[in-house]
């Protein structure tokens, strides 16, 4: 069964740092592109962050540009959001996905269930 399960959410103050990890089970995520996204109360579900499979490209949305950073460590089938000097505009559900194009393209076949970050003072 294909899955992908997000962790590491949960309340930090603004300037903080969590880890969100994003680990597949039924496929090798090696093979695949993943992408972070978050959605906030009320608002439209927002690209976060994407690395490539084919050649480890990544990308950034504009607002997490220089905080974030995506990584993958192939052998524990988990891909990684580190996310540094949080802002209370952080705060939303964030989610991984994944395509099994080599590319950046925006499109995912698979989705996660989702882990709530809360940045608050």
């Known amino acids: 069964q294909v899955q992908l399960v997000e962790s590491g959410g949960g309340l930090v103050q603004p300037g903080g740092s969590l880890r969100l990890s994003c680990v597949a089970s039924?496929?090798?995520?090696?093979?695949?592109?993943i992408g972070w996204f978050r959605q906030a109360p009320g608002k439209e579900r927002e690209g976060v962050a994407c690395?490539?499979?084919?050649?480890?490209?990544?990308y950034y949305g504009n607002s997490v540009k220089g905080r974030f950073t995506i990584s993958r460590v192939n052998a524990k089938n988990t891909v990684y959001l580190q996310m540094n000097s949080l802002k209370v505009e952080d705060t939303a559900d964030y989610y991984c996905?994944?395509?099994?194009?080599?590319?950046?393209?925006?499109?995912?076949?698979?989705w996660g269930q989702g882990t709530q970050v809360t940045v608050s003072s």
């Open positions: 996905a994944a395509d099994p194009k080599g590319v950046c393209r925006g499109l995912y076949d698979y």
């Open positions: 039924g496929f090798t995520l090696e093979y695949y592109t």
């Open positions: 690395i490539s499979s084919s050649d480890g490209s990544t």
